[in-house]
Nanobody
Framework: QVQLVESGGGLVQAGGSLRLSCAAS????????MGWFRQAPGKEREFVAV????????RHADSVRGRFTVSRDNAKNTAYLQMNSLKPEDTAVYYC?????????????????WGQGTQVTVSS
């Protein structure tokens, strides 16, 4: 069992940046693939980015590629999502998630553990 807590969300103007953090406890995140998802009001939860256990393999959704970067610091038991050039359409609750695996996944159903979410609001 691993517990995940997101932080770093907030209000930002279009073009600005935020860095989200996902702090894990109960287990070392080196055993987990770490993913980021987001959900806007009235919409389904969508994949944002994922990073493999060692950090050597990452994938990003088409909508954020080139603007967002997922990373992790296993020594700190923390994953990150650096968000640059934010757009109003990035507004959503952002969730950190994890599963025990050796590959990446963009399917929310593959993830066993979820944080509570952190709100990101981008104004135009």
């Amino acid at each position: 069992q691993v517990q995940l807590v997101e932080s770093g969300g907030g209000l930002v103007q279009a073009g600005g940046s935020l860095r989200l953090s996902c702090a894990a406890s109960g287990s070392t995140i080196s055993l987990y693939t770490m993913g980021w998802f987001r959900q806007a009001p009235g919409k389904e939860r969508e994949f944002v980015a994922v990073i493999m256990r060692s950090g050597g393999l990452t994938r990003h959704a088409d909508s954020v590629r080139g603007r967002f970067t997922v990373s992790r610091d296993n020594a700190k038991n923390t994953a990150y999502l650096q968000m640059n050039s934010l757009k109003p359409e990035d507004t959503a609750v952002y969730y950190c998630a994890a599963f025990r695996g050796l590959s990446t996944s963009d399917n929310a159903n593959d993830y066993n553990y979820w944080g509570q979410g952190t709100q990101v609001t981008v104004s135009s």
